[in-house]
């Protein structure tokens, strides 16, 4: 089969090119390993082996068929922040090719695709009024910033991209969609600097070959890896794999839940901080984030701070709360505790990886092995976070804070993930420190290109899919000019 433009994998990202280059003269197909629905022997060709630092088994953190793990996601949106592109002296391997300028313009578009409404984010605070006041927290680091969501219209769930996007990909005339094509290999030429084919299989044993111009390589984190050392008939090292950098840099958000206590002196908090609310054209949550400059002053990477649930404080902490109020002179009768909860930003870890193992999948793919790691490193930097945080707090006389984790045990008794796989073909300019280039080409192929969150040199703290989106939706500008 001949194409101009191959697109691999059928998640938000593969959807998101194919439509945005649907009515350009390029004849696209999109291959996806799935179908419409679930299916247990399609999900089994992700399984894969993991060691080292507890982590989500690697079948059930994603998704396998048409809309990816959109199918699952949480529907929790918010932009990366300008500093989450910049070099930083205290976190080695930062900085990315490209700045958050590069991207801003595609945001409005992202946000659409994800169907959430009315784009606030930072603005938010100026419709949210009348929901009541924000937190008072005293000057200092943190302050209150917004998270949207997916869906805003038609249904309480997030959008799951396969089903409310299949009939868009359908009625494009010059794109064709494969269901159950698992690409097994991406065939570079003899030459060694060009993709020239692409083997698909089914699960009911069909097999053929796509000759595309280009190809862009969107099955997530975790498979794109894969696919790229997998494909080791020509480089023995992989392709993209020159300098050992693919699957190095796997990254996740952890969420340590009830990492701290938020006890507010009047009992009383915004709704929006305690869970999503519809106002104004959007569904809006508020949380507390570090800001730029606390960031860089106090050498902290990102996190995003959510209030959760109300709980009840054992005597130990009622006594400190009425000591706390009776030095600050306020009134703590009506005092009510939250737990808090986060998704923490990680050091970049060329430890952290993904491996090929000797076991094969039904179709003869070497799966996978996750080495994960976590440093303790990153929980004493998000505790200098929240110490900000409880400093301001005492400081309006509003509340105070209990930190709950200090040792790896206490973080770990409590540790969820954010599935939010990233980091494994990072972006460099320089190919000795990235596996693809600024416009998401890989190093030294003429025509092959990543999306998606494994292009993530640092990861922020934000939800990744508008900002993977939007990237991808930069990618699509980029191929209109350069698939010919
Ligand atoms: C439980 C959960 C909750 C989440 N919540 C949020 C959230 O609230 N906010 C947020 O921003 N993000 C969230 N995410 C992450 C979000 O789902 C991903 O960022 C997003 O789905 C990534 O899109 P993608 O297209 O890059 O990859 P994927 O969604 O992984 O799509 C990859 C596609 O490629 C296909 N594929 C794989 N291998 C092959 C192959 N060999 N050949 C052909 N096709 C193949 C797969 O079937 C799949 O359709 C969550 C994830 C999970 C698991």
């Known amino acids: ?70 199918n699952h996601w949480g529907g929790w949106c918010r932009p990366m922040d300008a500093i989450d592109f910049e070099e930083r002296t205290w976190m080695p391997y930062s900085g990315w090719p ?17 169907e959430a409404g009315t784009l606030y984010y930072d603005g938010a605070g100026k419709v949210t009024g009348d929901l009541g006041p924000r937190l008072a927290l005293g000057p200092g680091g943190l302050t209150t910033r917004w998270f949207q969501f997916s869906r805003m219209h038609g249904s309480v769930l997030p959008t799951h991209f396969g089903e409310r996007y299949a009939g868009d990909l359908k009625k494009q005339a010059k794109l064709t969609v494969y ?20 083997d698909v299989a089914t699960l009911d044993g069909k097999k053929f070959t796509v000759k595309p111009k280009a190809a862009v390589l969107a099955t997530g984190a975790i498979e794109s890896a894969r696919l790229l050392l997998a494909s080791n ?11 050992d950098l693919v699957g190095r840099f796997f990254a996740d958000h952890p969420c340590p839940r009830d990492n701290a206590t938020l006890v ?8 929006y901080y305690l869970g999503n609310q519809v106002a104004h054209g959007a569904i809006l949550r508020a949380g507390l984030f570090p800001s730029e400059d606390f960031r860089r002053s106090q050498a902290v990477m990102a996190s995003s ?59 003869g793919m070497p799966k996978l092995k996750l080495h994960m790691r976590l440093a303790d490193q990153d929980f004493a930097k998000y505790r200098l976070t929240l110490k900000e945080l409880g400093r301001q707090l005492l400081e309006s006389r509003a509340g105070m804070l209990k930190l709950n984790s200090r040792t790896r045990d206490e973080w770990f008794g409590s540790l969820d993930w954010g599935n939010h796989h990233m980091g494994t073909t990072r972006m460099s300019a320089d190919p000795r420190k990235g596996v693809v280039n600024a416009d998401l080409k890989v190093h030294d192929v003429a025509n ?15 939800n990744p899919t508008i900002n993977l989106l939007a990237l991808a939706l930069r990618l699509a500008d980029h191929l209109k000019g350069a698939v010919k």
Do not use: W
Not at 98 to 114: G, N, P, Q, S, W
Not at 182 to 198: K, P, Y
Not at 233 to 243: P, Q, Y
């Open 1 to 70: 089969m001949q194409a101009d433009l191959a697109i691999i994998g059928g998640g938000p990202v593969g959807i998101a090119i194919a439509l945005a280059l649907a009515k350009t003269p390029l004849k696209i197909v999109l291959l996806e390993s799935g179908g419409m629905s679930f299916d247990a022997k399609t999900q089994a060709l992700y399984d894969g082996s993991k060691v080292g630092t507890p982590y989500v088994t690697l079948e059930a953190s994603r998704l396998r068929y048409l809309g990816g793990s959109s």
């Open 98 to 114: 490209i700045t958050k300028k590069d991207v801003d313009r595609y945001f409005v578009k992202a946000h659409e695709l994800c």
């Open 179 to 198: 269901l159950q094509a698992n690409v097994t290999r991406l065939g570079l030429g003899r030459a060694g600097s060009a993709i020239s084919e692409l």
């Open 233 to 243: 008939d020509v480089n023995t090292a992989g392709i993209g794999n020159n300098h």
């Open 264 to 271: 507010l002196f009047d009992g009383k908090i915004a709704p």
């Open 305 to 363: 701070i959510t209030v959760e649930g109300k709980i009840d404080l054992d005597d130990v902490g009622k006594a400190a709360v009425a000591v706390t109020a009776a030095a600050l002179g306020v009134d703590a009768s009506n005092a009510v505790a939250h737990s808090l909860g986060c998704g923490m930003e990680v050091t970049p870890d060329p430890d952290r990886r993904l491996t090929l193992d000797a076991s094969r999948d039904a179709l």
């Open 448 to 462: 092959l290109y990543v999306a998606g969150s494994s292009v993530f040199p640092t990861y922020g703290a934000a």
